[in-house]
């Protein structure tokens, strides 16, 4: 008997995690929807094409409905997988950072999510499928200069905790660590060295594992899972020590 296709959705697709988990599931032969601010003719590859590509801006207050139209138009009243996954983040003190930039950053990490994963909520059900939403480790312990990045992600992982009481909806928040995606650039930050962090498709690989599993929440790679613990139970020696390594 044959397998049924899944249909996945997934934002952020065009960079990054998002790209390397389109890889994965275009592999698996699921139907894609992918989601992404760019314009079609501008991207590489078999994976974008008008019957996969759903272009929407995801800092605007109508991207649920662009996403909702592009799925009646392609007669998909079905998803598998709602895959969380854009984000953007900027790199300075709250203190200089545009208020424009701050709210970009709220509407496409936080806003975004909320917005579509009401809107798809009966998508999802009839499936019995869930929305999994990609957070970060930057949410358990203090990132400064990442300020606004990582309360985006902090409510991110309040939001899947309450949804998972609430029962109505099957959510499921994995939190990778710093990967080796073009946030880093676009966010302004110059110095680090990325090189070190992994890379997307590795990431991408290991989220995709959890996705087929039955956590609730989880946390990619045996020292992001030591860091976030040791944000969440020792916050008062964290923030010392970041503050002295400050001055």
Request: proline fraction near 3%; hydrophobic fraction near 40%.
């Given at each position: ?31 894609l ?38 799925l009646s ?53 009839n ?29 991110l ?17 994995i939190?990778p ?14 110095d680090g ?37 040791c944000?969440?139970?020792?916050d ?12």
């Open positions: 008997m044959a397998r049924a296709r899944k249909t996945v959705l997934i934002t952020g697709a065009t960079d990054g995690i998002g790209r390397a988990l389109a890889e994965i599931y275009r592999a698996r032969d699921e139907r929807v992918l989601v992404g601010r760019r314009p079609l003719d501008s991207l590489e590859g078999v994976l974008y094409t008008e019957e996969t590509y759903c272009k929407a801006d995801l800092s605007k207050q109508d991207c649920a409905d662009q996403v909702c139209s592009f138009s392609r007669e998909i009243e079905s998803l598998d997988l709602a895959i969380h996954n854009a984000a953007t983040g900027y790199y300075g003190s709250v203190a200089d950072q545009p208020g424009s930039v701050i709210r970009e950053v709220v509407a496409v990490n936080l806003l975004a999510p909320l917005r579509l994963t009401h809107a798809l909520v009966p998508h999802v059900k499936t019995g499928g869930k929305h999994v939403l990609i957070g970060s480790i930057a949410h358990a312990f203090p990132c400064p200069e990442f300020a606004v990045y990582a309360a985006t992600k902090e409510a992982d309040v939001f899947g905790r309450n949804l998972r009481v609430e029962g109505d909806v099957n959510v499921q928040v939190h660590g710093a990967t080796q995606t073009g946030i880093h650039r676009k966010s302004g930050r110059r060295n990325t090189g070190a962090f992994p890379p997307a498709e590795r990431v991408a690989r290991r989220i995709a594992r959890v996705i087929d599993g039955r956590r609730s929440v989880a946390t990619i790679g045996l020292r992001n899972r030591w860091l976030r613990l944000g969440r139970y020792c008062g020696v964290i923030e010392a020590l970041m503050r002295w390594r400050a001055k």
